[in-house]
């Protein structure tokens, strides 16, 4: 059996943190180099966040840990998480939650009730038992980053943000580095800080496919992938394998049912403002010929 793979590039969004609306306008290869620079800045602001926390946890104390589920690293969007901490002392826990944009949500800070890791409770987990929200993989796809800090004295929410009341709060990309340096110059230049813990943990989101038996992706499930909006600059892709029958340049039919989900999603209405790529390439099984065929 040969095989191609097909790539399926969408349009670069942009959402206008003031309307609220997708600008549309930039589509395919075709976007204007405002939109590249805005996307570098976004990244950059991304990377110089991670530096920051990253630097705090080199500098922390060890003894600390924080995990999904039972430690798998990977996942796909509507699975439910559960992270979960431990530490070898007495410590009162803060999370951050960074996505693949760079978006950080403060999952739990340092002055909630149930952040203290006592003598008798050495772990606790997000969301705690009973609470009444749940927490499950979700867009944007791609790699995404816990971040645990254990510290002697709570760590209030009023430290690291002002004016907010909403139980988890979100900090889109470019505050990151600034939330980081905060948390920074708390850790370091107050004594009674002295002696904290901290831990990372990474994990992949990736668009869920619907099994071995009917088609990778579902013409709903990439409608709503390709018109999800994000806080974030990023050019959306969906990668599929299409299988021909062994030494033809014949569809399998299991190409043929990928391929029909994905005419279906570009025929509907709701990726119509959209520009699309498709990038393919075959194997190294076969002559020149025959890929020429494929």
């Known amino acids: 059996m040969t ?50 926390l990253d630097r705090i946890a080199r500098a922390g104390s060890p003894g600390l840990r924080i995990w999904t589920n039972d430690g798998r690293t990977a996942y796909t969007v509507g699975d439910h998480l559960t992270f979960s901490v431990t530490s070898d002392r007495e410590l009162y826990v803060t999370v951050l939650h960074i996505d693949s944009h760079g978006t950080v949500t403060i999952l739990q800070s340092g002055d909630t009730p149930s952040a203290l890791l006592g003598i008798q409770n050495r772990k606790i987990t997000l969301p705690p038992t009973g609470a009444p929200y749940q927490i499950h993989a979700n867009q944007p796809v791609g790699i995404e980053t816990l971040y645990a800090l254990g510290t002697p004295l709570p760590l209030q929410t009023q430290w690291l943000l002002t004016g907010v009341t909403e139980p988890f709060p979100v900090l889109d990309t470019g505050e990151s580095s600034s939330l980081a340096l905060r948390l920074e110059n708390l850790l370091t230049q107050r004594p009674e800080f002295k002696g904290y813990a901290a831990a990372r943990f990474d994990q992949s989101i990736s668009l869920p496919t619907t099994g071995d038996t009917g088609p990778q992706y579902t013409a709903q499930g990439i409608v ?53 790529r498709l990038i393919g390439h075959t194997d190294d099984i076969g002559s020149p010929e025959e890929n020429v065929l494929l």
């Open 224 to 276: 709503e992938y390709f018109t999800t909006r994000h806080r974030a600059i990023r050019r959306p892709r969906l990668d599929l394998d299409i299988k021909f029958e062994f030494g033809e340049a014949i569809l399998t039919s299991q190409a043929k049912n990928d391929l029909s989900e994905v005419g279906k999603a570009l025929a509907d209405s709701r990726l119509s403002g959209q520009n699309f």
């Open 3 to 52: 095989k191609k793979t097909l790539l399926l590039l969408g349009s670069m969004l942009l959402l206008s943190p003031t309307s609220g609306k997708a600008d549309s306008t930039c589509q395919g290869t075709d976007c204007p180099s405002t939109s590249a620079t805005e996307f570098g800045q976004k990244e950059s602001a991304k990377q110089a966040g991670l530096a920051i």
